[in-house]
């Protein structure tokens, strides 16, 4: 037997973060070493991160990484153990994505990247370029900083080359190379390399990670091998969400799995494996020998020429071999007393537990990364807002369960963030009441309702937010719609009057807008007022202060003295927290007087109650709260939504989900994640109330966009993932509708989704930075790339479209007319 122990990473890096994605490297690779592992493999791109984008054309993000793998190499954590790390090298002026594998005080190997991502929300030949050379393997000079490091070493192979070690052979591939149509690792396979690394920066989507563990097993099932497979995790800067996951996969079959889902910065992944194993999956299927007998023989040198002869029977291109006395396999004196990995059940989440979990823990890095005291959400009481609020409710829960199972990292950002000392080791119940009182100090909701509001919506986002923990706000704007409309009405003279009352079109959704957009307005008052109000420090709620040492509270100018000296201390440990009138709160207590909800009525706070407190804190410091968007991905893509209203805001973590995802979320949540409330939100009709109600008329969603959301999400995936046009669009659903619709019926809903896709395909590039999450995204900033100015008649098109109907009624009118005439 030849038993060997690895170890895949998954790191929530952060783009352009050196110092903390370095100390997350060695903090993985001493884990990694203290387990027992032989090899370990971190995410792509690590030492930078991966999100960098533009920052990689500069010369200096090149000199920082090399700088940071120097101070790996010096730290001593490479000691020991093989080391495989993604960060970029620039190389005979060119710049590539690279592997570096690192053992000791050497390094052993640079292996560039061979086909980069350059689809979807990737673009990575804008700034690295690919390996083209395969089979070829060449020297590369390394910085003086690295020279220093690695004892006097000046150069490295860099190139398309394997590892020959002293007792298996490892090879790499990396992200995108395991999605394409000639993927490296069947070559390397067929080359002897036993095990094979993928350091990846994938992100997450709705549904898509089994088709990621699909590649990866049939990886290993058709040639046999050892996959190691390590990803990022968390928010690094940007839309994305890299959903982890890191495993081990065995002969087609996965012996260790990460969490998909994590507030956790550093996941390491063990598996003990043997490598006899593959030998003997290898030598049983005929057609692999075959093959594997065929491929060219491969040079070994200490740094080989990158030109090698191939057999005319070769498969493949040769792959260059470098020799190397670094063992992997535990000696066979220890062998014995160990046990391998077995097959594990691999492990899906529901769409719906994704929803919960994906943008809960971007949020959190987005919080914790920003600064912010908190979030603010407008809070309509409709589908959209409440499932944004279940979202940072279960963001609450993952962090409490992240202490109580005592992560220090996420207990001190808590703190930092809050001021809540919330001890490890918490039990079931505890952890739900500490994820309450963290909502109070982290979520901030407001109800703005209007003369068109119902009590429907304002009793259920109090209700929904009463769940959460969260801090609410009751408070009806007439009176600043009404001091708007007043200027309007003194300027120009006339009064503009809804449809119900006479009005036109235009009237109608102007007075609709000032609605939307005042809210917007007022939300990012309050997110930038609240903290004042309620008493934040600049690192959060009731910041550390110094404690009276005879047992008193001093004065308000005191406390606020030492609040905002206690703010700037490191970490912002231990102390006593002041309340509003000087009431003190003991240390490790998170004692939040009664009566917390704050209830408006004509926009004057006053005391009201609430679940898990959440009293008035004013007094000193600032800090500000995070807007929080909630408009889904259906409608942005049918433009409905108003440029500037509550879709406006600092990030959105739905802004990447259909309505009917949400929909189902919401029904999940109600008991998974013990907010029952959100029941009645799915079980209510979608609607804007933006305008009056009456008793034969109530504003719906679906009628006023003259489509169903089912409608607009099947619209959406033709659009872009089919990539139908108006006329490929008609011609599917001709097909998918035949049985309930006429093809007349189906050519004007087509046409009727593409003109209000393009007359509001301007609103896209104003939309709030959101979480992805489908693959189906109008979003242009990266992904959805059209132009925002379109002839909105589509006279070629609809031209087109209209000839195929009046051909096919044509048709089946000269077919009923030979019915008529046999049956006659």
């Known amino acids: 037997m030849r038993l060997a122990t690895f170890a895949t990473c998954a790191l929530n890096q952060w783009a352009m973060d050196f110092e903390g994605n370095t100390n997350r490297i060695i903090a993985s690779i001493r884990e990694a070493k203290a387990r027992g592992a032989s090899y370990r493999i971190g995410p792509e791109l690590e030492i930078t991160g991966y999100g960098c984008e533009d920052h990689f054309l500069e010369h200096d993000t090149c000199q920082h990484a090399w700088e940071c793998l120097a101070a790996i190499i010096t730290s001593g954590a490479t000691d020991g153990i093989l080391c495989d790390i993604g960060l970029p090298v620039e190389h005979r002026g060119v710049r590539y994505n690279c592997r570096a594998f690192v053992h000791g005080r050497r390094i052993v190997l640079l292996r560039p990247k061979m086909d980069l991502a350059n689809d979807g929300n990737y673009r990575e030949t804008r700034w690295f370029a690919t390996w083209k050379r395969p089979g070829a393997v060449e020297s590369a000079r390394l910085p003086p900083v690295v020279t220093a490091a690695c004892e006097g070493q000046r150069e490295a192979p860099i190139g398309d080359g394997v590892l020959d070690l002293l007792d298996s052979t490892l090879a790499s591939e990396t992200c995108e190379e395991l999605f394409t149509p000639l993927a490296p690792h069947i070559r390397l396979a067929l080359a002897g390399a036993e095990v094979v690394g993928n350091g990846s920066g994938s992100h997450h989507e709705l549904r898509k990670l089994g088709t990621r563990v699909s590649l990866i097993q049939s990886a290993t099932s058709k040639a046999g091998g050892v996959y190691l497979y390590a990803n990022q995790k968390g928010c690094d800067g940007g839309r994305l969400y890299y959903d982890g996951c890191a495993m081990v996969v065995v002969n087609g079959q996965v012996v260790a799995q990460g969490a998909q889902f994590s507030v956790v910065d550093v996941e390491v992944v063990i ?20 093959q594997a007998s065929a491929s060219a023989p491969a040079p070994s040198s200490s740094f080989p020429s990158s030109s090698s002869s191939s057999s005319s029977l070769s498969v493949s291109p040769p792959i260059v071999r470098i020799p190397s006395d670094i063992p992997i396999c535990h000696p066979p004196s220890t062998s014995l007393t160990l046990a391998t990995s077995r097959p594990i059940q691999i492990h899906y989440h529901c769409p719906e537990e994704e929803i919960a979990l994906g943008p809960a823990c971007w949020l959190w890095d987005y919080l914790r990364r920003s600064g912010a005291s908190g979030f603010l959400l407008p809070l309509s009481g409709g589908a959209d807002s409440s499932s944004v609020a279940a979202i940072v409710g279960s963001m609450c829960q993952l962090v409490t369960k992240a202490i109580a199972g005592g992560n220090e990292q996420v207990q001190r950002d808590a703190e930092r963030i809050t001021g809540l000392q919330l001890a490890a080791g918490a039990a079931e119940e505890e952890q739900k009441r500490h994820a ?142 002041i309340l509003e009138g000087g009431e003190a709160i003991p240390e ?115 009628v006023d966009m003259g489509m169903t959301y089912e409608e607009l999400s099947l619209y959406g995936r033709l659009r872009k993932v089919v990539r139908c046009g108006p006329v ?40 709030t930075p959101a979480y992805h999450a489908e693959n189906y995204s109008p979003e242009d900033n990266r992904f959805d790339l059209r132009q925002f100015l379109y002839n909105v008649r589509w006279p070629w098109q609809f031209q087109r479209i209209d000839a195929l109907v009046e051909e096919h009624e044509a048709a089946a009118a000269a077919a009923e007319g030979a019915r008529e005439a046999g049956g006659a």
């Open 271 to 290: 598996a003990t494996v043997d490598l006899d194993q593959v030998a003997s999956y290898r030598g049983a299927i005929s057609s692999l020998r075959e």
């Open 436 to 577: 309450a009182l963290l909502a109070d100090r982290i979520l901030h909701t407001i109800y703005m309702g209007t003369e068109n509001s119902s009590q429907a919506t304002k009793s259920r986002a109090r209700q929904l937010a009463s769940e959460i923990g969260a801090w609410h706000v009751d408070m009806c704007i007439d009176t600043v719609v009404a001091a708007v409309v007043a200027l309007f009405v003194t300027v120009t003279g006339l009064r503009p009057r809804y449809k119900l009352d006479g009005g036109t079109s235009a009237e109608n959704l102007a007075l609709q807008n000032i609605q939307a957009r005042l809210r917007m307005v007022l939300a990012f008052l309050f997110a930038q007022l609240l903290p004042w109000v309620r008493g934040h420090r600049g690192r959060g709620v009731g910041g550390p202060v110094e404690k009276e040492k005879e047992g008193k509270v001093g004065s308000r100018d005191d406390q606020v003295q030492r609040a905002a000296e206690g703010a700037e201390a490191e970490g912002g440990e231990g102390g006593e927290r």
């Open 728 to 767: 490929a669009m008609f011609q599917h659903l001709c097909h998918e509708w035949r049985e309930r619709l006429t093809v007349a019926q189906v050519a004007e809903k087509v046409k009727a989704f593409f003109r209000f896709y393009s007359m509001n395909r301007h609103k896209m590039t104003t939309l």
């Open 588 to 702: 490790g207590g998170e004692a939040i007087p009664e009566g917390g909800e704050a209830i408006a009525e004509g926009g004057v706070l006053k005391r009201g109650k609430g679940r898990g407190g959440g009293s008035e804190r004013r007094g000193g410091g600032g800090g500000f709260l995070l807007v929080l968007g909630s408009a889904n991905v259906d409608e942005a893509l049918r433009g409905y939504l108003t440029k500037y209203d509550c879709s406006s805001a600092d990030i959105n973590p739905i802004g990447g989900i259909s309505k009917t995802d949400l929909r189902r979320f919401l029904r999940w949540a109600a008991v998974h994640l013990g907010f029952p409330s959100l029941a009645d939100v799915e079980a209510a009709p979608p609607t804007a109330e933006l305008e009056p109600i009456r008793e034969d008329y109530v504003q719906l969603d679906e």
